[in-house]
């Protein structure tokens, strides 16, 4: 640790009592000053070394809200199957990687949407058993919620015409007329049991995806995250990667500050047990830079699959409303555990009934409680109904989504979902984040990378989706919703502030005031100045984590 006095900068604090200054003085891991020069000098040491930014943007380290930095890459290995679209580009680019990788013994994929292969079309396992020879093969889709098998990989995993879905109604396999899985895996329930049989869970697979993510996160400015899963779903694996992270943190700092979360996916489980497993973990997973605080909770699956749960029927799918995977009246039992536990809830919910059913929830437990100090999270709101936006504000409940799902993503999303839902209720109620703002929620970004490339988890990304509804970089784009575009202003909250307080960090980061821990940015342009479409762009210059430069070296 050291003493720094970074000056001539363009400072933006996000401290609404001082939103700009020139400079700030940091000893060792906090902040001892924000101002101006003048102010500067009282608070200066014989050792503080003086850097001249030139004229820099320096602002609060970002705060992901929402992201899978432990293992969120073990879902991008293989063949990229990104922005491909039809049967035979997709098979093509599969045939022509078996052909490059003759040494591996089982064959990996990821980057296919539901919408890849024509709407309502899904692949199957045959299709793949043509371009993999006799080798296993998995394909999992952009969001890992689902699979894509070929007959080797469910032999290889003994699954057959009389294996069990494994979490019906939303964890299931679609079957061929002979009762053997045609080749779709339907939420990872379904695809977990391959995975694993492929060899895809170890301490080693699980430190090759760190490195692309958690090690690279400050090169993307990020210094605190929360980590929605380790994506690994042994217990005894992730008490060795846990065990890893904080052996890791004591010998040298991570690179990024985690909040994780003990994962609830078993709707049978009894509350009280979980919210023990939950306690046991807050106590046995501690260091500087890593802690337990969250029960995750799912209420739903998602739209583009049919298993996020809606008011009204698919439009696609009349009979069907999509199921839950934790119906509200049960979620509300583990809500309740975590919160008089004292432990924070943070629940996935996709369709519009699996929203609602998470606010009812939690409406309930605090009728019956109070609001215990809890502050829970709603994440995706994939489609959020107009009459539940302002119940964020009036109940206390965070909302987070990811920024980039509200473009035209992969060049799909526009056309495809108002297949599924409606054009109505799509330009209505999908992903509202600007409804929310305006509404007074206290909203928060994250990437949600295995649901985003790694590549598009770097905050401005998301910060240019969210204050364009376009994707990054692409000025003619179609907005997908421009009336949900929120102000530059408040995207930047929402990635630091408004994350750090859903952690309940807001008295230690996300923004740039004295006596606060010293996480910071510089980035080589201003994003209020460069024009909209090119903030995704800017470059992050340095990284400073509780004082401790972790992007960029030293001055």
């Known amino acids: 640790m050291t003493s720094w006095w970074f000056r001539n900068a ?35 040491r014989d050792e503080t070394l003086e850097v001249d930014l030139e004229g820099r943007f320096v602002m609060p380290g970002f705060v992901d809200a929402h992201d899978h930095l432990i293992g969120g ?17 997709v098979l093509e680019a599969i045939r022509r990687y078996a052909l490059e990788h003759p040494d591996r013994s089982v064959l990996r994929g990821f980057g296919w949407t539901p919408f890849t292969f024509g709407q309502g079309v899904q692949p199957h396992r045959t299709w793949l058993d043509s371009v993999t020879d006799v080798r296993p093969a998995l394909m ?12 080797a990989a469910f032999e290889l995993a003994g699954i057959g015409a009389h294996s069990h879905d494994p979490n019906p109604p939303s964890g299931y396999w679609p079957r061929d007329p002979d009762g053997f899985p045609s080749g ?45 899963s380790p994506m690994v779903q042994s217990k005894s694996l992730v008490t060795e990667v846990y065990e890893h992270l904080v052996q890791r943190d004591l010998a040298e700092g991570l690179p990024v500050r985690l909040i994780g979360s003990y994962v609830a996916r078993n709707p049978a489980m009894p509350p009280e047990v979980a919210a023990a497993r939950l306690r046991e973990m807050h106590h046995d997973v501690v260091s500087p830079n890593f802690s337990i605080t969250t029960m995750k909770l799912f209420m739903d699956g998602v739209g583009p699959q049919h298993t996020a749960a809606l008011l009204e029927p698919y439009t696609d799918q009349p009979d069907n409303r999509g199921p839950f995977v934790f119906p509200p009246d049960v979620v509300q039992r583990f809500i309740e555990a975590a919160n008089l536990a004292g432990f924070d809830a943070h629940m996935h919910a996709c369709g519009d009934a699996g929203v609602r059913g998470a606010l009812d929830a939690i409406e309930q437990v605090q009728a019956a409680h109070g609001p215990l100090g809890a502050r829970n999270t709603v994440c995706h709101l994939e489609l959020c109904n107009i009459a539940d936006v302002p119940r964020f504000a009036q109940l206390g409940v965070i909302a987070n989504g990811t920024p980039l799902w509200g473009t035209d993503y992969r060049g799909e999303f526009i056309d495809s979902y108002p297949h599924l839902i409606g054009r109505e209720r799509f330009q209505r109620d999908y992903l509202p984040y600007g409804s929310l703002v305006r509404s007074g929620a206290l909203v928060t970004f994250g990437a ?18 969210a204050v364009t509804r376009q994707r990054p970089g692409r000025a003619d784009d179609r907005p997908c919703g421009a009336h949900e575009r929120v102000s530059l202003v408040d995207a930047i909250r929402c990635y630091t502030i408004n ?27 201003n994003p209020f100045t460069v024009d909209v479409h090119s903030i995704h ?8 984590l509780g004082g401790r430069f972790t992007h960029g070296g030293t001055f």
């Open 10 to 44: 363009q400072v933006y604090t996000v401290d609404v009592m001082q939103p700009w200054a020139s400079c700030l003085v940091v000893h060792d891991d906090r902040i001892a000053y924000v101002g101006e020069d003048d102010g500067a000098r009282a608070h200066l």
């Open 448 to 465: 949600d990378c295995p649901g985003v490339e790694v590549h598009e988890i770097p905050p401005l990304i998301q910060i240019e989706a």
């Open 537 to 544: 762009a800017i470059g992050v210059r340095h990284t400073m």
């Open 184 to 228: 779709t895996c339907c939420e990872p329930e379904s695809w977990l049991p391959i995975a694993t049989a492929l060899g895809m869970f170890t301490l080693d697979a699980v430190m090759e995806a760190m490195s692309q993510t958690l090690d690279a996160a400050p090169s993307w400015g990020i210094t605190t995250a929360f980590d929605a």
């Open 140 to 151: 999992l889709t952009y969001d890992v919620h689902d699979g894509w098998a070929n007959t």
């Open 73 to 89: 890459a073990l879902a991008k290995v293989g063949v990229s199957l990104d922005g491909l679209h039809g049967k035979e580009a």
């Open 499 to 525: 994350g750090a307080f859903a952690l309940r960090l807001e008295d230690e980061v996300g923004s740039l005031v004295a006596g606060k821990r010293a996480d910071l940015v510089v980035l080589d342009q």
